[in-house]
């Protein structure tokens, strides 16, 4: 079993829409939760982080935790033509410092 | 401030040629990581390191070496190339898990 499952998609959205990205994880002794993005041809770039459960806004990104199904879920809210990339989720929590990725998810919004 | 930098960008090997990538980062991260990105496999960790000095396998180790001689330059070799190691390859460096990855702008290999 991986250690983070997330569903490739792709995700086609009209613009204004809220978009969910979904990730589920196995080891519930990790406490760090990350949401990276990734636009075409570029290095991903962290977006969101989370500790412990909860939920974490920041703009039109609301990032959140699920640790009694150890879900974790992105939120859009007012999707953009630009936030079409690919959205990776992480999480870790060892003393190495690794972070354990999903496949990505891919995302167009169209305008 | 650069933050993480790989070279080269691109590069086309024949098989059984060597090459080695570059990672460097100007932000005293102690952390470093080289992972490889393919189509439907995500990201996967080649090898990483926790210090100066220290390398570590991860997931996908074989075919490849590092060194880690000074902390801000990581150091990822492909002693003989084969087909299956074309990909696009990612460095990243932490300072602690805490602060998540920094990210290279990765280098696209092809071996033909």
Not at chain 1, 51 to 71: C, I, M, P
Not at chain 2, 21 to 47: K, S, T
Request: aromatic fraction near 14%; hydrophobic fraction near 30%.
């Amino acid at each position: 079993q991986k250690e983070v499952e997330q569903d490739p998609g792709p995700l086609s959205v009209p613009e204004g829409a809220i978009v969910s990205l979904n990730c589920t994880y196995s080891n519930s002794a990790f406490q760090y939760f990350m949401w990276y993005r990734q636009y075409s041809r570029k290095g991903p770039e962290l977006l969101m982080y989370t500790y412990s459960s909860g939920n974490k806004e920041d703009g039109r990104f609301t990032a959140q935790v699920d640790k009694s199904s150890k879900y974790i879920s992105l939120f859009i809210r007012d999707s953009q033509p630009s936030d079409s990339a690919t959205y990776l989720c992480a999480h870790g929590g060892s003393t190495l410092g690794r972070l354990y990725f999903g496949r990505g998810t891919q995302l167009t919004v169209w305008p | 401030n650069a933050g993480v930098t790989q070279t080269p960008k691109f590069r086309v090997l024949k098989t059984g040629q060597s090459m080695t990538l570059l990672c460097a980062q100007d932000m005293n991260h102690e952390y470093m990581y080289w992972y490889r990105q393919d189509p439907g496999m995500g990201l996967r960790l080649i090898h990483y390191s926790v210090g100066e000095g220290t390398t570590a396998k991860g997931e996908v180790p074989d075919g490849y070496n590092v060194s880690r001689l000074k902390k801000q330059n990581f150091l990822l070799g492909l002693e003989s190339a084969a087909p299956s190691q074309t990909s696009v390859y990612f460095c990243a460096s932490s300072y602690g898990l805490r602060d998540g990855y920094t990210f290279g702008s990765g280098t696209r290999l092809t071996v033909v």
